[in-house]
């Protein structure tokens, strides 16, 4: 950050380097508002009104660079109470009629799946199935794959089962490859609507072989099961999924509390997926990008109202300061990596407390310790230890780099 935006010298501070970020929760700081000015402070804080938003901030019309945006790997849906991240938060952006809502957080289990060994493997339930992350697997799609609860639905159905005359296997006769599917596995058919529903949603990974014909339950629904699911049809609406994941979920009592949204992590829209558009009229001054090395945009503006004011967007790794609502420069960042809560950005308003030209860090996250000498331009906004500082250690700007601090 430059040293002339919001600075006034004092003397320098001795005495004990203070770490950046503490090693204490940051669960604190998500309650917004002004923290409270320490009477230690020995350089004249000017008052700086500082927004770290957790979120996209959404502008419109020329591409950004590709340094510059890159979208969310985790997002908490707000409906479900829960969070999606990775190759997890992929597949169900892909398919997320056939997953349905998530109902766990993700979390390691010992699992056998598609021939291999009984490992500890990353695991999520949604409504409608599990999916299982298996990263030993050389088809790169197939690293994530669907747990056998049909097979589990169709086990504990067995009883309601038998009073069917269900065939035991399936023949396409002269049906078209296009209506109808026989799988030498199970000595089962998908046909019509189910073939259709099985087609479009990567069945063979996904849903897995048939288990049974389709046929007519007690409820009304054309039924059939599945590997890894159950589908269901009834006149007027679409093939769907039987919320399997759901009913194994609550019989084997597994943790499906909806839980509040973490820090840093933004609540899911799917624009958080579309590349920001700057229009070249908001490109200040002068139609030319703004001096920097960083965001090309005007920015969301001041989100405070105050004189001098900095705002960073977590999502977009980026920082724009204004002053007299006009923007004085901006620039790309690097925000905490959020591996931990210790390291992770906290957001809200919070005003510039304190600020030394350099100063030396240290502390301990992860039972690691570090120390990091002469850390220039130096200004904390909270009492935890969270500052925005310079760095000379890394030019990574626009990717999570810190313990949490802001690099601009």
Request: aromatic residues 10%; contains cysteine; proline residues 8%.
């Given at each position: 950050?430059?040293?002339?935006?919001?600075?006034?010298?004092?003397?320098?501070?001795?005495?004990?380097?203070?770490?950046?970020?503490?090693?204490?929760?940051?669960?604190?700081?998500?309650?917004?508002?002004?923290?409270?000015?320490?009477?230690?402070?020995?350089?004249?804080?000017?008052?700086?009104?500082?927004?770290?938003?957790?979120?996209?901030?959404?502008?419109?019309?020329?591409?950004?660079?590709?340094?510059?945006?890159?979208?969310?790997?985790?997002?908490?849906?707000?409906?479900?109470?829960?969070?999606?991240?990775?190759?997890?938060?992929?597949?169900?952006?892909?398919?997320?009629?056939?997953?349905?809502?998530?109902?766990?957080?993700?979390?390691?289990?010992?699992?056998?799946?598609?021939?291999?060994?009984?490992?500890?493997?990353?695991?999520?339930?949604?409504?409608?199935?599990?999916?299982?992350?298996?990263?030993?697997?050389?088809?790169?799609?197939?690293?994530?794959?669907?747990?056998?609860?049909?097979?589990?639905?169709?086990?504990?159905?067995?009883?309601?089962?038998?009073?069917?005359?269900?065939?035991?296997?399936?023949?396409?006769?002269?049906?078209?490859?296009?209506?109808?599917?026989?799988?030498?596995?199970?000595?089962?058919?998908?046909?019509?609507?189910?073939?259709?529903?099985?087609?479009?949603?990567?069945g063979a990974r996904l849903i897995g072989s048939p288990l049974t014909e389709e046929f007519l339950s007690s409820d009304g629904y054309t039924t059939q099961y599945f590997q890894k699911m159950v589908l269901r049809w009834k006149a007027g609406l679409a093939v769907s999924p039987r919320p399997v994941g759901s009913e194994s979920a609550a019989i084997q009592k597994l943790p499906t509390e909806k839980i509040a949204q973490p820090n840093a992590i933004p609540v899911y829209a799917e624009s958080l997926f579309v590349e920001p558009r700057i229009d070249p009229s908001d490109v200040i001054p002068g139609g030319e990008p703004v001096q920097g090395v960083g965001a090309m945009d005007a920015g969301p503006g001041p989100q405070q109202g105050a004189i001098k004011e900095i705002v960073i967007s977590v999502g977009r790794q980026s920082l724009w300061a204004y002053e007299n609502s006009k923007l004085v420069t901006a620039t790309l960042v690097s925000t905490g990596t959020a591996e931990v809560i210790e390291t992770t950005t906290p957001v809200g308003h919070y005003t510039v407390l304190t600020k030394y030209p350099k100063q030396t860090m240290q502390g301990v996250i992860n039972n690691e310790a570090y120390k990091v000498e002469d850390v220039p331009w130096v200004m904390y906004f909270d009492n935890l230890g969270n500052a925005l500082h310079g760095t000379y250690w890394h030019e990574n700007f626009g990717i999570p780099m810190s313990h949490g601090c802001v690099n601009p």
């Open positions: 950050m430059s040293p002339q935006f919001g600075w006034e010298e004092g003397p320098a501070l001795q005495g004990a380097p203070v770490p950046c970020p503490s090693g204490m929760s940051r669960r604190t700081v998500l309650q917004k508002g002004v923290p409270v000015r320490p009477a230690s402070i020995r350089v004249r804080a000017v008052a700086v009104a500082l927004a770290i938003a957790g979120l996209l901030l959404g502008v419109v019309a020329a591409p950004l660079s590709a340094q510059q945006w890159s979208p969310p790997r985790t997002v908490w849906v707000e409906d479900a109470g829960h969070t999606i991240d990775g190759y997890f938060l992929d597949l169900w952006r892909e398919h997320p009629e056939l997953l349905g809502q998530p109902i766990t957080e993700e979390w390691e289990s010992p699992i056998a799946i598609g021939g291999f060994e009984r490992a500890d493997r990353y695991v999520q339930y949604f409504e409608h199935l599990a999916i299982v992350y298996v990263p030993e697997e050389s088809r790169i799609e197939w690293q994530v794959q669907t747990l056998p609860l049909g097979q589990e639905a169709y086990e504990r159905d067995a009883t309601e089962l038998s009073k069917y005359s269900l065939p035991k296997s399936g023949s396409c006769g002269t049906l078209s490859s296009s209506t109808c599917k026989a799988f030498d596995d199970t000595k089962h058919t998908v046909r019509n609507g189910f073939l259709e529903y099985w087609n479009e949603h990567d």
